[in-house]
């Protein structure tokens, strides 16, 4: 099991960049795949990016694709988002996500541990 924690969030202008990280508590962060999801209030949770477990392989939702880059570094136990060219759209909380079951999943229920979430507000 482990514990995510995400930073990076805030205020930005359209058309700058963040860079969120997701800090995971534990020895076995290596075994997991991550991924990126966001949520507007009164909508659905939706997937952004995901990262296998050695980082070889990656997952991008059309709707960020060319934008957003996700990334880790398995010896700080930590998944980043990379995310350029914001938009107001962009906006919402972004949670960090883990399982140790199959990569590059995009649905809700396919991540077993979930961080707290981090607000990103893009200004137009």
């Known amino acids: 099991q482990v514990q995510l924690v995400e930073s990076g969030g805030g205020l930005v202008q359209a058309g700058g960049s963040l860079r969120l990280s997701c800090a995971a508590s534990?020895?076995?962060?290596?075994?997991?795949?991550m991924a990126w999801f966001r949520q507007v209030p009164g909508k659905e949770r939706e997937f952004v990016a995901s990262?296998?477990?050695?980082?070889?392989?990656?997952y991008t939702a059309d709707s960020v694709k060319g934008r957003f880059t996700i990334s880790r570094d398995n010896a700080k136990n930590t998944v980043f988002l990379q995310m350029n060219s914001l938009k107001p759209q962009d906006t919402a909380v972004y949670y960090c996500?883990?399982?140790?079951?199959?990569?590059?999943?995009?649905?809700?229920?396919?991540?077993?541990?979930w961080g707290q979430g981090t607000q990103v507000t893009v200004s137009s």
């Open positions: 990262i296998s477990s050695n980082g070889g392989s990656t």
């Open positions: 534990g020895r076995t962060f290596s075994s997991y795949h």
């Open positions: 996500a883990a399982t140790r079951h199959t990569a590059l999943r995009v649905g809700t229920g396919q991540y077993e541990e």
